[in-house]
């Protein structure tokens, strides 16, 4: 049986205008946590991709990716309704953040993507990929 939005088009495209692409609590959590650490990062670049953690001397980058919109395997749901838009729409997602990761690479830098239930089951397990990232960047530098 297929269940139908309770929600009219123009009241599903305000719910969905309002959803956050930054400062979600996940990248708090992890910007907190590598701060406690005592590294320091930039938040707003001109990067490809629009990092969530720059680190420029380390040439390091980190993402937080969220596991709806970039189809996390353990928690994706794929929407029942209008499909063939949502399937387009991960698609998109997947191959830009392929693209991103390219451009980057070739640019130089290291880049880190966390999904969003990694961070929020073991922050710390982050910070320290991360740390070990960025300071093994700074040495060969």
Same mark, same amino acid.
Request: charged letters at 35%; proline letters at 3%.
């Given at each position: 049986?297929? /269940?139908? $939005?309770?929600?009219?088009? &123009?009241?599903?495209?305000?719910?969905?205008?309002?959803?956050?692409? /930054?400062?979600?609590k996940p &990248?708090?959590?992890?910007?907190?946590?590598?701060?406690?650490?005592?590294?320091?990062?930039? *938040? /707003?670049?001109?990067?490809?991709?629009?990092?969530? *953690?720059?680190?420029?001397?380390?040439?390091?980058?980190v993402?937080?990716?969220?596991?709806?919109?970039?189809?996390c395997p $353990?928690?994706?749901?794929?929407?029942k309704?209008?499909t063939?838009?949502?399937? /387009? %729409? +991960?698609e998109?997602?997947?191959?830009r953040? %392929?693209?991103?990761?390219a451009?980057l %690479? %070739?640019?130089?830098?290291?880049?880190l993507? +966390?999904? &969003?239930?990694?961070? &929020?089951k073991?922050?710390?397990?982050?910070?320290?990929?991360?740390l070990?990232?960025?300071?093994a960047?700074?040495?060969s530098?």
């Open positions: 049986m297929s /269940r139908t $939005d309770v929600l009219s088009p &123009e009241q599903r495209s305000l719910c969905m205008s309002r959803i956050r692409g /930054r400062d979600t &990248e708090i959590i992890l910007r907190r946590a590598v701060w406690r650490a005592g590294l320091r990062y930039r *938040l /707003r670049s001109k990067l490809g991709g629009k990092p969530d *953690l720059v680190f420029p001397a380390a040439r390091v980058v993402f937080v990716d969220g596991c709806q919109w970039h189809c $353990d928690h994706f749901v794929r929407p309704s209008n063939d838009f949502w399937d /387009r %729409k +991960f998109k997602n997947r191959a953040d %392929k693209a991103v990761n451009l %690479k %070739k640019q130089g830098w290291r880049v993507r +966390f999904w &969003e239930h990694d961070l &929020e073991n922050c710390q397990a982050a910070v320290r990929r991360i070990r990232t960025v300071n960047s700074s040495e530098v």
